[in-house]
Each structure stands twice: as C-alpha cells, then as structure tokens.
C-alpha cells in the first residue's frame, strides 16, 4: 500500500513540472525554483517506493525457518 501511494504522490510532483513547462514559466526564476522543489519531492517520494520495493522482495526471499528436533 505504501509503494503504491508513493508512485502516486510521486507522480504528483512531475506533473506539476509539466504545467509549469506548458505556461512557459520554466525559464523564470520562481519557474526555475518551483520545479527544482517539484523536483526534490518527487525524487524523494521514489526512493521512499524503491526502498519499500528492496524491502518487499527482501521478506519475500528469505525461506522460512526449518523447525528443531523433528
């Protein structure tokens, strides 16, 4: 649930990027600044979703624990 939360809002950001690259407000100083942040939250929002995607093929490839004394 969090991998998929984490691409949505991640996507969120690029879009932002995309309207603000449509206005022709990219080349401005607030346009500049405003996707550099746009930017820096969706990156951060996909490594949230890469680490929570290691984390879930980690759990997946370790084999359950054999039991003693069978």
Do not use: C, H, Y
Not at 41 to 55: C, P, Q, V
């Amino acid at each position: 649930m969090m991998l998929l939360l984490s691409v949505i809002l991640g996507l969120a950001p690029l879009a932002g990027i995309v309207w603000i690259g449509l206005n022709a407000s990219l080349t401005t100083v607030d346009g500049l600044f405003t996707a550099l942040i746009l930017l820096a939250l969706s990156g951060i929002l996909f490594l949230n979703a890469g680490l929570e995607l290691r984390r879930m093929r980690k759990a997946q490839a370790v084999p359950a624990p054999a039991k003693k004394g069978a």
